[in-house]
C-alpha cells in the first residue's frame, strides 16, 4: 500500500505466486520418504500455481530492463494440489504411490486454503512471457534425481 502512494510512474511491484527451485524441500522430504518405504500425508486440498526461480528472475530481469511500472503479477497458467504433485513425482520416478495418503489440510488446522491460487498476469504479455504449465515446473524441480525402481 505505501509503495502505490508514491509516483506510479516510478514504481515496479512483482507479484509472484509459489516460486519453486530445484531440490524444493518439502518435495525432497516425500521422495526421500518414498525411497525409504514411509507413508507421506500430501494436503488434496491445499492449492498451488508454481512458477520457478528461473523464470520469477527472468520476470524480474524483464521488468527492470523495461522499466515497466507499476503492478507485474505472475503464475503458473493454472493451480495444482499438493497431493497431485506427490503423485506425479511417485510417477516420474517410479516410486510407490501406495505410500501416498492424501489429507484434508483443514484436519491439520489450516483455515486459509483458496481453491484459486493463479494471478492475473496479462502483463507477461508486454515482456514476451506468459505463464508457465505448473507441470513443467514440477517435472524440471527434480531432473537429476534417479532414485532405486519400486519393486511391487
Given at each position: 500500500q505505501a509503495l502505490l502512494t508514491l509516483d506510479f510512474d516510478l514504481v515496479a511491484i512483482v507479484r509472484l505466486s509459489?516460486?519453486?527451485?530445484e531440490g524444493f524441500p518439502l518435495f525432497q522430504k516425500w521422495i526421500d520418504s518414498l525411497n525409504a518405504g514411509q507413508i507421506i500425508h500430501p494436503f488434496a486440498d491445499l492449492y498451488f500455481a508454481?512458477?520457478?526461480?528461473q523464470f520469477a528472475t527472468h520476470l524480474l530481469f524483464q521488468v527492470?530492463?523495461?522499466?515497466?511500472s507499476g503492478i507485474t503479477q505472475a503464475s503458473a497458467s493454472y493451480d495444482v494440489s499438493y497431493a497431485d504433485v506427490?503423485?506425479?513425482?511417485?510417477?516420474?520416478?517410479?516410486?510407490?504411490?501406495?505410500?501416498?495418503?492424501?489429507?484434508s489440510?483443514?484436519?491439520?488446522?489450516?483455515?486459509?486454503?483458496?481453491?484459486?491460487?493463479?494471478?492475473?498476469?496479462?502483463?507477461?504479455?508486454?515482456l514476451?512471457?506468459?505463464?508457465?504449465?505448473?507441470?513443467?515446473?514440477?517435472?524440471?524441480?527434480?531432473?537429476?534425481?534417479?532414485p532405486p525402481r519400486f519393486q511391487g
Open positions: 509459489k516460486v519453486l527451485d508454481p512458477i520457478s526461480t527492470s530492463q523495461q522499466r515497466l506427490a503423485y506425479r513425482l511417485a510417477q516420474k520416478l517410479q516410486l510407490n504411490p501406495d505410500l501416498i495418503q492424501a489429507v489440510c483443514q484436519a491439520a488446522g489450516i483455515t486459509h486454503a483458496p481453491r484459486h491460487t493463479t494471478l492475473r498476469a496479462d502483463r507477461l504479455d508486454a514476451g512471457m506468459c505463464p508457465p504449465d505448473p507441470w513443467q515446473v514440477i517435472d524440471n524441480l527434480f531432473p537429476s534425481v534417479s
